[in-house]
C-alpha cells in the first residue's frame, strides 16, 4: 500500500531529491529558494517529516531522504515528468514552459490515470528536459553525464539533460540554442563561468546556469555525422 502524504510534503520531497542528485545533499536554505517560502517553515516541515521516517536531518550538514521518502520522491517525480510528456507531446506546449503547469498537475494525477497516459504517449523513457522517468516500480536511470562546467575545453559535447527545469532558467538556455541534442563547444572558462559556442554562436554562461546543463562528449563518427 502506498504512504498517502500531504501536497505540500510531495513537493518538499521532489524538491529534496532534485537537489540531493545535484549535490548529494539539500540544504533548508536551498530548499527554501527552491519552494519560494521562508526558511523557517522548511526547518518545520522538516522536523515533521523526519518524524514520519521520511528524511534524515543533520543540523548545519542538510536533509536526505530515508528509502521511504526516496521512494515517495520518485512516485512524484513519474507524476511530474509524464506530465510533461502530456503537454509538449499531447498539447503541443514549448519545453521551456511546462515544469510550472506539470507542478500543479501532478497533484491529481492518480495512479491509474499515469498509467493510461504512460500507455498513451508510448512508454517515454525521459522527460522534455531529458530527465529520466522512474518506472512503475520507482526504478530510475540517472544516466552518466557531466556538467557543462566539466566539459573539456575544444571538444564538441551534446546537451543531455537540463536538471531545473524552472522556466526562466529554460528561456536563457534557449535564447543560447542550448536546448536537447544541441552541439556545444566550451572554449574558455572564466572566473564567472563559461565561454561557448553553439551553432557557431559564441555566449557566454555563469556557473549556475552552466552546472545544470549536463552533456556526454560525442563520439568521431557522431560527430562526422553532424558536419
Not at 509524464?82 to 501532478?106: G, P, Q
Not at 536538471?163 to 572558462?189: F, M, N, P, Y
Request: aromatic fraction near 4%; charged fraction near 30%.
Amino acid at each position: 500500500m502506498e504512504t498517502e502524504v500531504s501536497r505540500e510534503a510531495e513537493e518538499y520531497l521532489e524538491a529534496i531529491y532534485r537537489l540531493q542528485i545535484r549535490r548529494g545533499v539539500a540544504k533548508t536554505t536551498e530548499l527554501a529558494s527552491e519552494l519560494n517560502v521562508v526558511p523557517g517553515s522548511v526547518t518545520n516541515t522538516i522536523q515533521n517529516l523526519k518524524k514520519r521516517g521520511l528524511v534524515k536531518h543533520e543540523p548545519y550538514r542538510g536533509v536526505k531522504l530515508t528509502a521511504k521518502g526516496e521512494k515517495i520522491a520518485l512516485r512524484i517525480l513519474r507524476r511530474h515528468r509524464l506530465a510533461e510528456r502530456l503537454l509538449t507531446d499531447i498539447l503541443n506546449a514549448e519545453w521551456n514552459s511546462v515544469h510550472e503547469n506539470a507542478c500543479k498537475l501532478e497533484h491529481a494525477l492518480t495512479k491509474e490515470v499515469i498509467t493510461l497516459l504512460e500507455k498513451k504517449l508510448g512508454y517515454p523513457k525521459s522527460c522534455p528536459h531529458g530527465n529520466p522517468i522512474p518506472s512503475a516500480n520507482g526504478k530510475v536511470e540517472e544516466g552518466k553525464f557531466h556538467p557543462l562546467t566539466e566539459a573539456n575545453i575544444n571538444k564538441a559535447c551534446i546537451v543531455a539533460r537540463i536538471i531545473d527545469e524552472k522556466q526562466e532558467i529554460l528561456l536563457i538556455l534557449a535564447s543560447k540554442g542550448i536546448r536537447l541534442g544541441a552541439t556545444v563547444r566550451v572554449v574558455e572558462r572564466k572566473s564567472f563561468g563559461i565561454i561557448l559556442y553553439v551553432a557557431e554562436k559564441k555566449h557566454t554562461l555563469n556557473n549556475d546556469v552552466a552546472s545544470i546543463v549536463l552533456v556526454k562528449s560525442m563520439e568521431n563518427k557522431e560527430l562526422a555525422r553532424r558536419k
